[in-house]
């Protein structure tokens, strides 16, 4: 099986700092990757994806891919207490007939310190 | 709002016993997902789901079955549940492939005793 490996943390910065969060990956086919948050006791939400080499940016958050390195990163500027959850990084989910079977990681807890 | 609604927060079962998971969205997805989460083991897919009465196994399907009889409505069943299947159960929809955002529901917690 091929999988998505993250350091599980936790990962603690103060409120106002830039909070670095990354993945590595085993299959050089993927194409894709997503970061989803979640919250203690609740469900994953979607907050990036990213599909080619190179940074993306929404706001607060920049998500980074380099496929030749096989790794995946998020950023996340100006780090509020209300960004404190696990960060799930995930490939993309299965499709008829393309059941790859690709593992997540397991999240990596970001604990924002007012 | 897009919504995925799991018909349980919580459940107590008993070993043995014959549970249902029922999932609906409201969005006319075309694919669902069971997914239950376990700490130290993260997401694990167990079935999918692309069409009506279309499924593929996932990672961990042994134990389960599913059923999808609506385009809405995703269901998974534990045969005979057992303590291991103790978990946190995730169902998930998204509208294609091309468009990759997955929609959790709010979780059911089971608990096999």
């Known amino acids: 099986q091929k999988e998505v490996e993250q350091n599980s943390g936790p990962l603690s910065v103060p409120e106002g700092a830039i909070a670095s969060l990354n993945c590595t990956y085993s299959?050089?086919?993927?194409?894709?990757f997503f970061w989803y948050r979640q919250y203690s006791g609740k469900s994953p939400e979607l907050i990036m994806f990213?599909?080619s080499n190179g940074d993306k940016e929404d706001g607060r958050f920049t998500a980074q891919l380099n496929k030749a390195s096989q790794y995946v990163s998020l950023l996340i500027r100006d780090s509020q207490p209300s960004d404190s959850a696990t960060y799930l990084c995930?490939?993309?989910?299965?499709?008829?007939?393309?059941?790859?079977?690709?593992?997540w990681g397991l999240g990596t807890s970001l604990a924002v310190n007012p | 709002d897009v919504k995925v609604t799991q018909s349980s927060r919580y459940l107590v079962k008993r070993t043995g016993e014959k549970v249902f998971l029922e999932c609906v969205q409201d969005?006319?997805?075309?694919?669902m997902f069971w997914y239950r989460q376990d700490p130290g083991l993260g997401l694990r897919l167990i079935y999918f789901s692309y069409d009506v009465k279309m499924k593929e196994k996932g990672d961990i399907p042994e134990g389960y079955s599913v059923s999808r009889e609506k385009k809405e409505r995703f269901s998974l069943i534990l045969e005979s549940a057992s303590t291991n299947q103790t978990s946190m159960y995730l169902c998930?929809?998204?509208?294609?492939?091309?468009?990759?955002?997955?929609?959790f529901g709010q979780g059911t917690r089971l608990t096999v005793v």
């Open positions: 998930a929809s998204t509208v294609t492939p091309e468009i990759p955002e997955a929609f």
């Open positions: 995930a490939p993309p989910l299965p499709t008829a007939g393309n059941n790859r079977k690709l593992i």
């Open positions: 969005m006319d997805h075309e694919n």
């Open positions: 299959d050089r086919g993927s194409q894709s």
């Open positions: 990213i599909y």
